[in-house]
Structures are given as structure tokens and as C-alpha cells.
């Protein structure tokens, strides 16, 4: 059988690991399809650049064309990033009748729906595993693991650069800034860290995740997004006090009333699995109405992480052309979106409040609660000598979410509240 001939469009980190693996593993390949994977041809912008690992100079090419319009060509694998002109390449593969391999979460959160119409219309495959958690097999879990089963929540560590900035923050006491600084010099948070410190790359990925494992066509849109900038070394000392990590989770809920998908810094309990995980790693936490919770734990983000996704879409890809079944996977049938509302999403919530050190402040506040009828688990009170105020940390039982913004709205009124410092979700 003749080789299966691949087109790249990039030649960055990702695309040098896809190489790396596709060409140091064709042996592996071959047993695993019964014919070799030649990638062919791949757009850069400059041929003449110094790059890491040997390509003959014939191979790479300035014009897309040279890849969109080669019949020889199988399977493009989409890792240049972007929505454009990326967008336009796809769909213009797609329509010459080119499978897709892409790791592009923001294409996929934003024209996912569209993308797929379109594949299905020609038959063709598009695989995304490495859209969402670099190395993590997650997507396929979702479409596969779990087709007999019924998802009830996704909880989800997506983010490497927020875990890495929060974990050392617990782990040495530091500041936000100074942790984010380190980041960047480490080279796992951008020069401007905004998509990531302020959940935006979580809320592509949970988009993604949330019309996989809800079969509901949940938009970007549609996803609250609550970023870390603003958690303090004290919120994570007084969550650990307490027994919490704090992580930011992207967190997708299923119930008779609907879904919800939110992206926050939430305190987590120790005991859960997904307080342990750190630094840069990642973790999807599912719980199934059958089979129960379920976690898969691994590295997030890198070249070959990301890459060993990417050349297992390949395999897939290949394998359903050597069976001639491209093409046959049912778009995806989404039931009727219904959103919850705040009088409908329900969690446990931590509040840590600067108010007047005088007695009778904490009967006030207490009353409040009672007011909107959210019920306290623990109640902490730690006067500070050198200030006339006082800190209350709160932890409730089970609030919903419209009745704690009317008890926080409620404080903003009251002179005795200096400031609501730090208002968390707390799971597990």
C-alpha cells in the first residue's frame, strides 16, 4: 500500500515534535497501519530558517497552495495556531478532500460547530485530541470511553501556566506577581500571560469538553471566566489552614435543569485528587452517572506531549483510510442548550471579609446569611492588632450562586464590612 503522505502547515515546537515522532517511530507505524507516514510537504514563512532538528530544504515550502492543492496529499496537520487564515485553510482542505489533524483550541471553541458540518458534508475525518490537555487522551475518552455512560460533571486542571503560578504561590509563600515573573522567565507563561492568567485558554477548552461530554453546543460565550490575577499568597495560606488547595478548574455541570460551565480559581479540598496536582501538569476529573469519578492525570502542554496526540490522530486517520471508513463518525447531535441560571448553580463558597473589630459585627453578618437563607459550615474570626478591623473567613454549605451575589451585595452596604477580600467556590 502506498505510503500515507502528510501536509503540516507550521513548523513551531509542536510541528518539530510531530516530526521528531513520525519519523523516529516509523516502524512502530507501519505495524500499527501496514503502511508508512510520509510527511511530504510543510508551510513556514521563511525555508532558508536554522531550525533544530534536518529537513531537506525541498520539503518545506512559503505557499499553502503547495499543500492545499497536492493531490498526493492524505492528511494536513494543522499546528500554525490562529483563527486566521487558519479557518479558511481548513475549510479549503476540507474541500479538497484532505482529512484534518489540528491541536488549535481556539478554532475548534469558536468554528468547531462549522468545522465538522463541513467535514461530515465531504466525508472527511477531523481529529483535535491535542486540543485540549497536550498528552492527555482526553478527547477520545470522552467520545469513546464513556459512549455508554452518561456525564454528570467535568472538573478540569487546563491551564499548565495557572498551576505552575498558584503551586509555587502555596509551595513558597509568594506573591502572585512576583511567582508570575519567575513563569515567564521559565519560559511557561507568555510576555503577555492575559489568555492564560485570566482563564480565557481554560474557557476555549472547557467549551470543547462540555459539547463533547454533554452533547449540548455550549458557545465560548456561554462560559463564566474568573481568572487568577487577583488570588493573594493570604487566600492560599488561609485555604490551606482550612484544608484546601486553591487551583483554577474549569468546571462543567449537567442536571435535570441544564448545564453550567465556569472557569474560576476554587478552593479544593486536600483530599481530592485534583488538589495534588502541580506545577505545570494537568487534569480532567469526569463523573459518570454509571461509572462513577474517574481522573486522568498528565503533562499538558510541550513538544512531544502535544505531539504524541497529534501523530495518534494520524494513526486513527490512517487506519480509517486503509478501512475506507472516512468520514463515517455522526456529527454530533446536540440536544437543546438550556443554561442554568444563578437561582439554579449550586456550590459551597469561601469568603475571607476585612470588617470592624467590634462586638456585635459578626451577629450582623451572620443575620445577613440567615437573610438569603445560605447556611454556614464554619465561621473564623482573626483580629489584627495593628488594624482596627478584623478578618472573617466563612466557608457555607450549599449555596446557590443568585443567593450568594445578594449576601454579597448586601455587605457592600453594611459600614462595618471594610472589604470582601476573596470570595471562592470550594469543591470536594
Do not use: C, W
Amino acid at each position: 500500500m502506498k505510503p500515507i503522505k502528510v501536509g503540516m502547515l507550521g513548523l513551531g515546537t509542536v510541528g518539530t515534535g510531530v516530526v521528531r515522532i513520525v519519523e523516529g517511530h516509523q516502524e512502530d507505524l507501519v505495524r500499527q497501519i501496514g503502511t508508512a507516514v510520509e510527511i511530504s510537504r510543510i508551510l513556514v514563512n521563511d525555508v532558508t530558517k536554522n531550525r533544530s532538528i534536518s529537513i531537506p530544504q525541498e520539503r518545506l515550502t512559503e505557499k499553502v497552495e503547495d499543500i492545499l492543492h497536492d493531490p498526493d496529499i492524505d492528511v494536513i496537520v494543522e499546528v500554525m495556531g490562529g483563527l486566521e487564515p487558519t479557518k479558511g485553510y481548513v475549510m479549503e482542505a476540507l474541500a479538497q478532500g484532505k482529512h484534518i489533524v489540528t491541536a488549535n483550541k481556539d478554532l475548534l471553541a469558536l468554528y468547531g460547530t462549522e468545522i465538522m458540518a463541513q467535514a461530515h458534508e465531504y466525508k472527511r475525518d477531523v481529529m483535535y485530541e491535542a486540543s485540549v490537555a497536550g498528552g492527555i487522551p482526553i478527547i477520545r475518552t470522552l467520545t469513546e470511553g464513556f459512549s455508554s455512560d452518561r456525564i454528570l460533571k467535568i472538573m478540569g486542571i487546563v491551564n499548565g501556566t495557572t498551576n505552575y503560578i498558584l503551586s509555587a504561590m502555596s509551595r513558597e509563600g509568594a506573591a502572585y506577581a512576583d511567582v508570575l515573573k519567575e513563569a515567564q522567565g521559565l519560559g511557561y507563561a507568555e510576555a503577555d500571560p492575559t489568555s492564560d492568567v485570566e482563564g480565557l485558554d481554560a474557557a476555549r477548552k472547557m467549551t470543547i469538553l462540555s459539547r463533547l461530554g454533554f452533547h449540548v453546543n455550549v458557545e465560548l460565550s456561554d462560559v463564566s471566566v474568573k481568572g487568577i490575577s487577583s488570588v493573594t499568597r493570604e487566600d492560599i495560606a488561609y485555604g490551606k489552614t482550612l484544608g484546601y488547595e486553591v487551583k483554577l478548574l474549569g468546571i462543567a455541570e449537567r442536571t435535570g435543569d441544564g448545564v453550567s460551565v465556569s472557569v474560576e480559581p476554587t478552593m479544593v479540598r486536600l483530599n481530592h485528587p485534583l488538589a495534588s496536582v502541580s506545577g505545570v501538569f494537568n487534569a480532567v476529573y469526569v463523573f459518570g452517572e454509571s461509572v462513577g469519578e474517574t481522573m486522568f492525570y498528565g503533562p499538558g502542554a510541550g513538544e512531544l506531549p502535544t505531539a504524541t496526540s497529534i501523530v495518534a490522530d494520524l494513526v486513527t486517520v490512517a487506519k480509517n483510510l486503509r478501512l475506507d471508513v472516512n468520514g463515517s463518525q455522526l456529527p454530533l447531535r446536540y440536544q437543546e442548550k438550556k443554561l442554568r441560571s444563578p437561582e439554579q448553580i449550586v456550590s459551597k463558597y469561601f469568603l475571607l471579609l476585612r470588617v470592624a473589630d467590634r462586638a456585635g459585627v459578626l451577629a450582623r453578618i451572620t443575620q445577613i446569611f440567615a437573610d438569603y437563607k445560605v447556611s454556614l459550615e464554619s465561621v473564623f474570626q482573626h483580629p489584627n492588632a495593628s488594624t482596627s478591623h478584623a478578618e472573617i473567613i466563612v466557608i457555607t454549605h450549599n449555596a446557590t450562586k443568585a443567593g450568594m451575589q445578594q449576601v454579597l451585595e448586601e455587605f457592600g452596604k453594611l459600614d462595618v464590612v471594610h472589604e470582601i477580600r476573596s470570595v471562592y467556590r470550594v469543591e470536594g
